[in-house]
């Protein structure tokens, strides 16, 4: 299996650009998982679907932020209009049957 | 208080000794526990999870669990320079099956 993937691996954007992840899970696991990583904050949960339904966005900073899963090999996280304090490593994880998750490789994002 | 409380280190430790980290949680009711290596520019990977008060032993890592006192540790023993990376504590709070939340990450550094 391909693991987790995510696009881009790397984003430099100006403030007020749009800014769209990527996400494909992993086949056949049925739950979905955005994170955000910075130092000072740590590893933060965003939001997560299962079965492509958003069950909790609550870890979601405001209204700029957006995620979408239209069917269950693909999943977007929009940021519009972007921030410098956006900038952050952004996580996909997906999770089949047991509470593992399987973590993609991450996007780098630069908001300038 | 933060749902998770690792402390930040670096704990350094000297190869072929034992390095002990730990984890804190405020939920009484969180069910299950995880231990994520994440390397510097990469994504977390869990390398050991646990339910049950007592330890769990996986090659060189233990994990050991106290509810009562609502900690949880990893050692590692016979540690190798492989094994600096940052390691993260995650938990599954009681009512949350899927929400996982993890700690800052305790960053470890084995010198050879």
């Known amino acids: 299996d391909a693991g987790v993937i995510q696009s881009p691996r790397h984003e430099v954007t100006e403030m007020g650009q749009e800014v769209t992840l990527r996400c494909k899970p992993i086949?056949?696991?049925?739950?979905l998982f955005w994170y955000r990583q910075t130092m000072m904050r740590g590893l933060e949960l965003l939001i997560y679907f299962n079965n492509n339904v958003p069950i909790d966005d609550s870890g979601m900073p405001e209204d700029r932020f957006s995620a979408k899963m239209p069917n269950a090999s693909f999943s977007t996280l929009k940021i519009q209009p972007s921030e410098p304090r956006d900038s952050a490593v952004y996580f996909c994880?997906?999770?089949?049957?047991?509470?593992?998750?399987?973590f993609g490789p991450g996007t780098r994002l630069l908001v300038l | 208080q933060k749902e998770v409380e690792q402390n930040s280190g670096p704990l350094s430790v000297p190869e072929g000794a034992i390095a002990s980290l730990n984890c804190t949680y405020s939920?009484?009711?969180?069910?299950?526990f995880f231990w994520y290596r994440q390397y510097s520019g990469k994504s977390p990977e869990l390398i050991m999870f646990?339910?049950?008060?007592g330890d769990k032993e996986d090659g060189r890592f233990t994990a050991q669990l106290n509810k009562a006192s609502q900690y949880v540790s990893l050692l590692i023993r016979d540690s190798q320079p492989s094994d600096s990376a940052t390691y993260l504590c995650a938990v599954n709070p009681s009512g949350g099956y899927q929400k996982v939340t993890f700690g800052i990450g305790t960053k470890l550094q084995v010198i050879p």
């Open positions: 646990i339910y049950s008060n």
């Open positions: 086949s056949g696991h049925n739950s």
């Open positions: 939920d009484r009711g969180s069910q299950s």
């Open positions: 994880a997906s999770r089949g049957l047991r509470e593992t998750q399987y």
